[in-house]
């Protein structure tokens, strides 16, 4: 068993791998969500990781498609990275739908963190969903139950 002040320390050095410091995006993601399984197992709070003078912010991703099961996905992520999610439409107007855009609200780095990870995991769920429609012979269906249980294995 780890001592509590080692756990911290390592999860501070794991949120600390960034973009901005240099690392990958694909790194960057699986230093965020190593520290969202520490930080779990060991019911680590806020306080404990000293982000009580870190500002809010939010961090958009902008979907490539219009799914239904978009804000259900972000709010799976935004639970599992201490933050909020919600959805805006942009570009509204006669005959044309907009753009949807998902939104995370949180720590900086928790939010960067579930933006980057929500956007992967939604183009990987689209692009498996339209291989089982296209497996299925079209049958829509299939897409709508495939992306069901990939959010429900996501969670």
């Known amino acids: 068993m780890q001592n509590r002040e080692d756990v911290i320390d390592k999860i501070r050095k794991l949120l600390a791998h960034s973009v901005e410091n240099g690392a990958t995006q694909a790194e960057a993601i699986a230093f965020a969500l190593k520290a969202q399984a520490l930080i779990a197992e060991h019911d680590v709070q806020e306080w404990e990781l000293g982000d009580a003078a870190e500002e809010i912010v939010e961090h958009r991703v902008a979907l ?15 639970d599992n990275f201490r933050c909020r999610s919600y959805e805006q439409i942009f570009g509204c107007r006669r005959g044309h ?46 897409y709508d139950n495939f ?9």
């Open 64 to 78: 490539p498609a219009r799914r239904k099961w978009r804000g259900y996905l972000a709010h799976i992520v935004s």
């Open 97 to 142: 739908r907009g753009v949807p855009h998902v939104f995370f609200v949180g720590y900086e780095q928790d939010a960067r963190a579930a933006a980057l990870v929500f956007e992967r995991l939604y183009v990987i769920g689209d692009e498996l969903g339209r291989r089982a429609r296209r497996e299925a012979g079209g049958w829509t269906y299939a």
């Open 147 to 155: 992306v069901e249980g990939f959010c429900e294995g996501v969670k």
